[in-house]
């Protein structure tokens, strides 16, 4: 079965301090994967997806077949980095899977 | 660029009755999608639109749920009857085509209480 898995519901750091937000995914094949972010009163938005490999707001994400594991990571955060975080799979044409997603805090 | 529009935002109502929602894509996004947020989960896809045929709507309660897309622009989605478990928030988005190459645009959503 098709499935992501966020084993965190809250994540809370200090600022400046390393984030790690946690994805695992379970599907038979090569799967896209994407993290998406939702700002407190905003859309749910896209952040990055693993095709692209590029680093958004300092956050990357790297694909780890072997795991089966897409975790998210920024060296420092900031404050502004406060918000839900959501990962999320698309198999061969098929539209998204989320995650339950992750809340970070993070506080000065 | 004007993003996703929904209406309404908030709507309360008692279960066993009806309720519509619409939602207007962004300017020739071919592709629609009307998801499901039950609070605490992540968004569920309930029915996706490739123009104004339907790609997936495996998950779509049919007994009560409802969607269409004439002319290929907006899209309404009905629940009739409602019941409490749908209470949630109902979030339409767009991509300019189908698969996952293509990013999907989130409109802000509707929050649908059913008491």
């Known amino acids: 079965a098709q499935r992501v898995t966020q084993p965190e519901k809250l994540l809370s750091v200090f600022k400046g301090a390393p984030v790690e937000l946690k994805c695992n995914y379970s599907?038979?094949?090569?799967?896209?994967l994407f993290w998406y972010v939702q700002y407190s009163r905003q859309r749910l938005q896209l952040l990055l997806r693993?095709?692209s490999r590029e680093s958004i707001k300092g956050f990357t994400a790297d694909l780890n077949k072997g795991e089966t594991s897409f975790h998210l990571k920024k060296p420092f955060a900031q404050e502004e980095d406060s918000a839900m975080y959501y990962c999320a799979l698309s198999g061969a044409g098929t539209a998204l899977i989320f995650g339950k997603g992750t809340t970070l805090s993070v506080s000065s | 660029e004007a993003g996703v529009a929904q209406s309404p935002r908030y709507k309360i109502i008692e279960k066993r009755q009806s309720v519509a929602f619409w939602c207007n894509p962004i300017?020739?996004?071919?592709?629609l999608y009307w998801y499901q947020q039950i609070l605490g989960q992540g968004p569920k896809l309930l029915i996706q639109f490739q123009n104004n045929g339907v790609v997936d709507d495996s998950q779509l309660p049919k007994d009560r749920f409802s969607a269409e897309r004439l002319k290929g622009v907006d899209s309404t989605l009905k629940i009739q009857p409602a019941k409490l478990e749908d209470s949630a928030v109902y979030l339409c988005?767009?991509?300019?085509?189908?698969?996952?190459?293509?990013?999907?645009?989130f409109g802000p959503g509707t929050r649908l209480t059913v008491l």
């Open positions: 693993h095709i």
């Open positions: 300017s020739g996004h071919a592709t």
């Open positions: 599907y038979s094949g090569s799967p896209e």
């Open positions: 988005a767009s991509s300019l085509a189908g698969g996952s190459m293509s990013e999907q645009f």
